[in-house]
């Protein structure tokens, strides 16, 4: 076994239920602890604060997020949606602190891995490689990946699940639940069970590497003739539920790609753009999950290295379509119309005061008055941006607009909103209008 240098050594994650538990106590009474100190000297000097500016500082996020990163899982991916999903309008410290679960989190220590991989593969597992590094390329919320290489000199990309992740999926999603609602983030009036079962369901999902196997086989199909992207190759007999072994493809991490000539930055954006149409609309299969780290780029070849595919879903041809009219309205820079079909798609709530629906009209408008020139769409031009940040802080006051979307139509905007963060961080050139055009016209029910 290669032992890599180490900046650390690793920190073992809680594989029992009881330790878990712990942990998730010993953070809620830790951060109340926070929040009762701050509650009395804002009360000594004459404020009244509310639940969400007691528990919500940005010494009890902090807290927070070091505590979610140690326990991983669901905890850790749940900071992780909101880190991703939230954008642009979380306040700067509070988006600084989260993104921090979007980098990495602590990986396994050597001894922890060792008694994961004997279980996996028994006790000889060594003898199957030519090198394994014990230090991950990568560790995350459900798992890290290792560099292998095989005696033929195949080299190798191995993910490995963190013990007693999966058996804590559901614990951990109901106490994570209990701590929003704690925090004040989530308003009483607001039901969001029915997104945390949906959560809950994709969780499940991801922690199933034989059906991540089925749907990275499935994309590497779909993509076989594609020249634009690469698909990592499965490797069956060196695979379990609990370990998924796959070609290793050698990229740069996609954000990195910031000092690309424009040209290069504008392709990429343009192919991943296209890409999410396709499985929108032609492929009825989409890899949900936005988050920059499941994107590479192969400088040799020029092409997209598409990782991580536990997020992976099948979509309805009705939710297809209802899509479709969505993007036809767009094109259409009717407001009224895309509104009417938001609200219908369930992505908008149905009722809403004159001053509200003026202002998610502007907002619309704002949104597509970019379609209408027909020409690429400067990203990198943060005017736009900027003004729909500040119309949607308003929005953001009244929580009787607050609404929970369905729930498999908020993973398609996760996707949707993570390709325009991409292309905002790239400050690619891209037009927008032909490309939706194309497909519009192409998949017309």
């Known amino acids: 076994m290669d032992e890599t240098p180490k900046k650390d050594k690793g920190r073992a994650v809680p594989s029992r239920r009881l330790s878990r538990l712990m942990g998730f106590g010993g953070m809620a009474a830790n951060i109340a602890g ?27 996020i902090k807290k927070l997020t070091q505590q979610l990163s ?14 991703i999903d939230s954008g642009d309008f979380l306040p700067k410290e509070l988006a600084d602190i989260l993104a921090q679960l979007r980098a990495s989190a602590h990986h396994m220590p050597a ?24 230090r991950p390329l990568a560790a995350a919320s459900i798992g890290q990946v290792h560099r292998a290489s095989l005696p033929t000199g195949e080299a190798l990309a191995v993910k490995v699940q963190y013990p007693g992740v999966r058996e804590s999926i559901d614990s ?24 945390i079962e949906e959560g809950r369901r994709q969780l499940h999902q991801e922690a199933d590497y034989h059906r991540e196997a089925e749907y990275l086989q499935r994309f590497a199909k779909l993509l076989e003739a594609d020249e634009a992207f690469q698909v990592p190759e499965y490797y069956a007999d060196l695979s379990t539920d609990k370990i998924l072994t796959m070609s290793f493809l050698k990229g740069r991490p996609i954000e990195e790609m910031v000092e690309a000539p424009q ?63 969505l993007l036809e309205a767009t094109l259409s820079l009717d407001a009224a119309a895309i509104l009417e079909q938001a609200i219908e798609m369930g992505l908008a709530p149905k009722h809403m005061s004159e001053e509200a629906r003026a202002t998610v009209l502007k907002m619309i408008e704002m949104g597509v008055a970019p379609l209408a020139a027909d020409a690429p769409f400067d990203f990198g031009n943060i005017e736009l941006p900027a003004a729909l940040k500040e119309e949607g802080f308003e929005l953001a006051r009244d929580k009787d607009l607050w609404h929970v979307p369905p729930a498999q139509s908020v993973f398609i905007q996760r996707k949707l909103g993570g390709m325009y963060m991409l292309a ?19 998949f017309a029910p």
């Open 263 to 325: 040209a290069v930055r504008n392709r990429m954006v343009l192919k991943l753009m296209e890409l999410t149409l396709r499985e929108l609309f032609e492929f009825k299969l989409m890899q949900t999950d936005p988050n920059f780290a499941n994107y590479q780029y192969n400088a040799d070849t020029g092409q997209i290295i598409l990782l991580d595919f536990g997020a992976a879903r099948d979509i309805e041809d009705d939710l297809s379509r209802a899509y479709h009219k």
């Open 111 to 134: 001894h922890q891995l060792g008694r994961v991989l004997k279980s996996e593969w028994g006790n000889d597992w060594l003898s199957r490689f030519e090198q394994f590094q014990t």
């Open 34 to 60: 926070g929040a009762a100190l701050s509650g009395a000297k804002q009360l000594a000097s004459g404020n009244r604060p509310t639940a969400a500016d007691l528990f919500l500082t940005p010494k009890n």
């Open 172 to 195: 951990d999603i109901n106490n994570v639940g209990s701590l929003l609602r704690l925090s004040g983030l989530v308003p009483a009036s607001m039901d969001v069970t029915p997104l």
């Open 70 to 83: 140690h326990m991983r899982g669901a905890a850790m991916k749940l900071g992780q949606m909101i880190s």
């Open 424 to 442: 905002t961080r790239l400050e690619a050139k891209v037009n927008v209008a032909a490309l939706m055009k194309d497909y519009v016209e192409r």
